[in-house]
């Protein structure tokens, strides 16, 4: 676990000393900024990051009130909403994710060989498989 925690550590401060996002503002962005106009149903937010509707609820507060997202309400559906990128918000990750892939590649994938990136993915297949399946059975 050390490398991982390690590795985790390492992305957030990148992330907070350069741009002034955690981790978690980070995936928001990212996800949004992955749609084509940059919004998304919370609960199809929530279920893509795997967080429960109080943290996610929260979190996107806090993020409104740095100007990084807005909330509208969901036109088809009243008691709905949806998140959407702002330009602050889109400005933002535009910059930090390529820096952020580049810290991730320095520090993790650049320093394996062909061999033992072929391991890690087995091993994250693995995991992943085994992951899926415990949800399953939820």
């Known amino acids: 676990m050390k490398m991982q925690d390690g590795l985790s550590e390492f992305l957030e401060r ?3 000393n350069r741009y002034g996002l955690s981790s978690a ?18 609960f199809e937010l929530g279920r893509l990051l795997r967080w429960e509707k109080s943290r996610l609820s929260q979190h996107l507060g806090r993020m409104q009130n740095r100007g990084l997202v807005s909330r ?3 036109p088809s559906d009243q008691r709905g909403a949806v998140v959407v990128i702002t330009p602050r918000g889109s ?3 535009k910059v930090a994710a390529p820096q952020h892939v580049a810290d991730v590649r320095d520090v993790l994938i650049d320093h394996l060989t062909a061999a033992e ?21 939820q």
Request: hydrophobic share 40%.
């Open 91 to 93: 400005d933002l990750i």
């Open 117 to 137: 990136m072929a391991v890690l993915v087995t091993i994250g297949d693995k995991v992943g498989e085994r992951l899926a399946a415990l949800e399953r059975e």
């Open 25 to 42: 503002d980070y995936q928001v962005l990212a996800h949004l900024s992955e749609t084509p106009e940059g919004r998304l149903r919370s």
């Open 14 to 16: 990148q992330l907070r």
């Open 72 to 74: 509208e309400r969901c």
